[in-house]
C-alpha cells in the first residue's frame, strides 16, 4: 500500500522506469495520478489500413490517440520519449485469434513490418466523475470495470467487424444527468454515454455476468450507465484472427505523458 | 436569386439530383441551409494509409467525416445514398501535384484502385456562430473564406507533411469570446479557434492578401480569429505530387444528408 501511495503521485516517466527495469508487473490502475492510460493493439502493416479505418469508422469505441510510423517502437505524442516494448508491464500475444503468451518485455519479438495503435481508455474521464461526485463503483470495489458485448454493430472495415463492447457504472439518474455532462466534455476518450438503463435494450442479458472485467454491485436505486469501450477494437482484431497481434494486459496499461485534463474539451 | 432562395431550403437529395442531372453548376454556399456539406479528396489506394495516417495526426485541419470503400463511389454515412462522381457541381483533376482540367461529373475516370475521403468544413458552424450574433464577414460580403498558410507544421504522414491552413473571420474580442464557446461544441467539424489577435505568431505577414479564398474587411475595433481549415490536407495532397489526385473544385462542396447541428456534441 506504501509503495501503491507512492507510485500514485510520481511522474509517468518515473513509472515507466521502473516498469522497463522490471520493477513494477502489476496493473496500472491508480498509477500517475492525473495522466492519461492507453490501450495498446500491434498489428503487421499488412491489416494496419484496414485497422485504421475501423477506427475512423468507430470513433466511440475506438478513439485513436496515437498511431506510430511502421516499425517504429518509440511513442511520440503521447509520451515525451517511450519505448513501446518495454515500457507496459505485460502484454499478450495472440496467433490466429488465440492467446498464446503472457511477457513483459516484446523486445526480441519486435518485426519491422509492426505498427503499434495507442487507444483511449475510460479511465481518462473516471477522475473528472468522481470529482463531480459521481461514483466509479469498480474504483470503490477495487476491481476491473464491468465489459459486455452489445448488439450494436461496429461499422466494418475491410477485415475488421464487429459488435460494440460497452462499459458499465451504476449511479443513481441525478448522477447520470452530471455524468453526460462531464464526460461530454472528453469526445476523444469515448464521450458521452451510449446509453443508460435497460440492458436488454442493447442486447445485455445479465449485467451480474459481464464478458470482460468484474460484476460489480448495482444498488436498488441505481441504473446502469454504458459507455463506448476500448475493448471494442480489441475484440475485433481477435475475431479477425490476424497471424499475429500483441496488446497490453487488461489493466496493464500504457501510461502517458498527458494529463486527463488535456483531452477535455471543455 | 429566386433560384438561390428556392435551393437554400431544398432538401440535399433534390440538390444533389438537380447537380447530377447537371442544372446546378455554381458554388454551394447557402444551398440546403442547416446541412453539413464537405470537402472532397480522392486518392489512388497507394496513398490511402498514408494519407489516413495524416488525417489521424492533424485531427484540427482534417476531420474526417467519412472514408469510403477502396473503388466504391457510393456515400453511405454522409448521405443516405449518393454518387460521389456525379453529385458535386464541380471537380479538379490533379496529376503530379498540378491542376489540369476541371469537370463536372469523374464517371470515365474512375478507377477501381479510388479511395475518397469526406473531409468536414467549417460551414457546418457558421450557422452556429450566426445564431449567436457573431458576425461571418465572408457570408456578409458574398465571398470565399478568406485562407492563410501558418508557421504551423503538422504532422507528417508517410508522403504527406506540409503547414496548417487557417481560415480568418474578423470579430470583437467579445464576439471572438464567444465563437470560442459555440465552435467548441463541434469539435468533429475543427472545433474551437487555434489563434486570435496577431497573425504574425502564426506566420501570417498580410490579411489582405489570402493565400486561398478572398479578403475580407477587417475593421478597426475587430481582431482577426484563426480556425483550422480543411485546406490544409488538400494542400498536403498537393505537395506530395501523386500522379492523380481528385478534389471539388472551391465552394464546390459535397452537400450531406447530416445535419450541422448532429456535429455539436453540446
Not at 29 to 39: D, E, H, P
Not at 219 to 246: K, L, N
Request: proline share 8%; charged share 20%.
Amino acid at each position: 500500500m506504501t509503495e501503491f501511495e507512492n507510485l500514485s503521485g510520481m511522474l509517468p516517466s518515473k513509472v515507466r522506469q521502473l516498469i522497463r527495469e522490471g520493477k513494477w508487473r502489476k496493473p496500472t490502475s491508480g498509477l500517475s495520478n492525473g495522466y492519461t492510460q492507453a490501450n495498446l493493439v500491434i498489428l503487421p502493416q499488412k491489416y494496419a489500413y484496414d485497422f485504421l479505418l475501423f477506427c475512423q469508422r468507430n470513433p466511440r469505441p475506438c478513439p485513436l490517440l496515437e498511431v506510430l510510423d511502421t516499425g517504429d517502437a518509440i511513442v511520440k505524442l503521447m509520451a515525451d520519449h517511450a519505448d513501446i516494448r518495454t515500457e507496459i508491464p505485460k502484454y499478450r500475444i495472440y496467433k490466429h485469434g488465440v492467446l498464446t503468451d503472457e511477457v513483459t518485455d516484446i523486445k526480441r519479438m519486435w518485426r519491422e513490418d509492426f505498427v503499434s495503435f495507442l487507444i483511449g481508455c475510460s479511465f481518462s474521464f473516471e477522475q473528472a466523475l468522481l470529482e463531480n461526485d459521481v461514483p466509479v463503483r469498480q474504483i470503490e470495489e477495487q476491481c476491473n470495470v464491468p465489459m459486455y458485448r452489445t448488439n450494436i454493430p461496429c461499422r466494418s472495415a475491410g477485415v475488421f467487424k464487429g459488435p460494440m463492447v460497452v462499459s458499465m457504472r451504476p449511479m443513481t439518474e441525478r448522477q447520470a444527468i452530471r455524468a453526460i455532462q462531464v464526460t461530454s466534455r472528453f469526445p476523444s476518450v469515448h464521450g458521452a454515454p451510449v446509453h443508460f438503463g435497460d440492458p436488454a435494450k442493447i442486447g445485455v442479458s445479465d449485467l451480474s455476468h459481464p464478458d470482460f472485467g468484474d460484476a460489480v454491485t448495482i444498488h436498488d436505486y441505481e441504473i446502469p450507465v454504458f459507455w463506448a469501450c476500448g475493448v471494442t477494437p480489441q475484440a475485433a482484431v481477435m475475431a479477425s484472427r490476424p497471424e499475429i497481434a500483441i496488446t497490453h494486459a487488461p489493466g496493464h496499461m500504457f501510461i502517458t505523458d498527458r494529463k486527463d485534463t488535456a483531452f477535455s474539451i471543455l
